[in-house]
């Protein structure tokens, strides 16, 4: 299993430029994540997928768009790229749990840099 | 929504001595409180975690309480080595969603 896969692990991006970053997961699990990581801020969640055909905002949702391709993929888009956005961002998924509680899988992370 | 707030921000231990860590939050039907490790450049892996129906959980030497009373729960590394140096987060969770502490980077002096 290869787990949970990010594309791709760095970006340089202009102020305006559009982007879509890609993750997938071959565990078979409902949930999924999108999170920023800012130094001294910990992670933050922008948008999350309970399951195939829903997804949710989370603290910081605005500039950021998502769309759950199937069970496998959950892709994050940033429409008009700002300086704000330059952030290291994690997708992770979840299995199913008793009362939701299962442990989340993080991928490698994709270092974004908007200049 | 959850507040997470994590403590100390730093921490530096001499090998072989205790380092813990601590975490409050603010929303009582939180029920799943993990414990991730950060190593530079590297993604973040769940190293212990602990349900709002248990007290405490031990894995060797790692160890993690939760009050649910006071709302908090804290990290225990004892007999430390150079190894644990790395960002520690503590989160809370409400179903699907995840709140997180913002890190504690611990520094083990060999």
């Known amino acids: 299993n290869a787990g949970v896969t990010q594309t791709p692990k760095f970006q340089v991006l202009k102020t305006g430029q559009s982007m879509t970053l890609q993750c997938a997961q071959d565990?078979?699990?409902?949930?999924m994540y999108w999170y920023r990581q800012d130094p001294g801020m910990g992670l933050r969640l922008i948008y999350y997928s309970a399951s195939e055909g829903t997804t949710d905002k989370g603290e910081v949702p605005n500039g950021y768009n998502v769309s759950r391709l199937n069970k496998r993929e959950f892709s994050l888009r940033l429409e008009s790229a700002a300086p704000s956005q330059t952030s290291v961002y994690f997708c992770?998924?979840?299995?199913?749990?008793?009362?939701?509680?299962?442990?989340?899988?993080f991928g490698p992370g994709t270092r974004l840099t908007v200049l | 929504g959850e507040n997470v707030e994590q403590h100390p921000s730093t921490l530096s231990v001499q090998e072989g001595d205790s380092a813990v860590i601590k975490c409050t939050y603010s929303d009582s039907a939180s029920n799943y409180f993990p414990w991730y490790k950060q190593e530079l450049g590297k993604r973040p892996q769940l190293i212990i975690d602990i349900r709002s129906n248990v007290g405490e959980k031990k894995d060797q030497r790692i160890a993690v309480t939760l009050n649910k009373t006071a709302k908090h729960f804290s990290l225990h590394i004892t007999e430390t080595q150079p190894e644990d140096s790395a960002v520690y987060f503590c989160a809370a969770g409400i179903g699907n969603q995840f709140y997180f502490g913002t890190g504690t980077s611990l520094t083990v002096i060999p």
């Open positions: 565990m078979n699990h409902n949930s």
């Open positions: 992770a998924s979840k299995r199913p749990g008793r009362e939701g509680v299962a442990e989340q899988f």
